[in-house]
């Protein structure tokens, strides 16, 4: 079996080898590992250039003349990559060292999973441990996972709760790429959304609970960072979020649902362009919109209903 990391970088000298180090001692060794780099102003490709002299059979460079951004490398990332187990990588983080083995293993005994994600532990930018995961974060927490058992639900969640799959995380089988790519909706959503919109709309995408990563947060992020402040604060899941997924429901919550369910409407009919998405889960979404449609109209007159949308489409 072929295992192949995908990684990119943008000027990531300062932690980039310490990633590499992690990746390369894996218990269960990788075959290759396919960095992009983007167009990098600092000693990156330096670096590279190095580990490619240490490990001649391990690395394949690919430098862009000019910046791409993220989603368009990790595209040619997983597009380039020969592996029939493909991990996505950054460039700042570390792998615990049987992460590998136990995402394999995973693969090996859920054969109908073709994508699987997993939760992460935090380090600042010293590498020192930060309280909380990365599933306490996003609000993937042991209450919601008790919600999103099935695949259907599962689907259910990602698209009427939005982003728990964070693509340092990830692991896909090459077989899967035919369905994902090439990434759609990059000017809405980023590409790890993407990847778990479609393999949870396959019913192929999994999830190990097992921190599998430190995930490290700085100020240079693109994404990562924003995570600083819901670390050391409360990471309940929200009321109104508990209350619709266990369908206590009525008209005062209805109401404070509607801007979020046209939300999944718009989302879903974006969706819809590309993929065939569930026609249970898209029904169920629509009729929900609905609902909340009928208990807004009850309560607002029509000109206060009209202010309110307004307001929502342009805050």
Not at 228 to 251: C, F, H, R, S, Y
Not at 271 to 287: G, M, Y
Request: hydrophobic share 40%; proline share 3%.
């Amino acid at each position: 079996m072929i295992i192949t990391v995908g990684m990119c970088t943008y000027n990531s000298e300062k932690y980039l080898p310490e990633q590499l180090e992690t990746i390369i001692h894996q218990t269960l060794r990788v075959n290759e590992i396919v960095v992009i780099d983007d167009a990098s102003t600092d000693q990156t490709i330096d670096i590279l250039n190095d580990y490619v002299k240490r490990y001649p059979d391990l690395f394949r460079i690919i430098r862009n003349e000019k910046n791409m951004g993220a989603r368009k490398n990790f595209e040619r990332a997983l597009a380039e990559s020969k592996g029939e187990i493909i991990f996505l990588s950054d460039h700042d983080d570390y792998w615990m060292p049987e992460k590998v083995a136990k995402v394999v293993a995973y693969f090996n005994s859920h054969p109908q999973d073709k994508v699987v994600f997993t939760n992460a532990m935090f380090m600042d930018e010293n590498s020192a441990s930060l309280p909380s995961t990365l599933w306490d974060v996003v609000g993937f927490t042991p209450a919601v996972r008790a919600y999103a058992q099935t695949k259907d639900d599962l689907l259910r969640y990602l698209l009427k709760h939005g982003r728990i799959v964070t693509g340092a995380t990830l692991a896909l089988r090459k077989e899967s790429l035919g369905q994902i790519l090439p990434f759609r909706l990059m000017h809405k959503i980023w590409h790890d959304a993407w990847i778990a919109l479609v393999a949870a709309n396959a019913k192929m995408l999994g999830y190990i609970e097992e921190p599998l990563i430190r995930y490290r947060v700085h100020s240079k992020q693109q994404v990562g960072y924003g995570y600083m402040e819901k670390i050391k604060g409360n990471n309940a899941v929200p009321v109104l979020q508990m209350k619709e997924l266990k369908g206590e429901t009525g008209d005062e919550e209805l109401i404070q649902l509607i801007h979020v369910r046209r939300k999944r409407v718009r989302l879903v009919k974006r969706l819809s362009r590309f993929i065939q998405v569930d026609p249970v889960i898209k029904a169920e979404i629509l009729q929900e919109r609905k609902a909340s449609e009928k208990a807004f109209s009850r309560a607002k007159s029509l000109p206060v209903r009209l202010l309110e949308s307004f307001r929502k489409m342009f805050k």
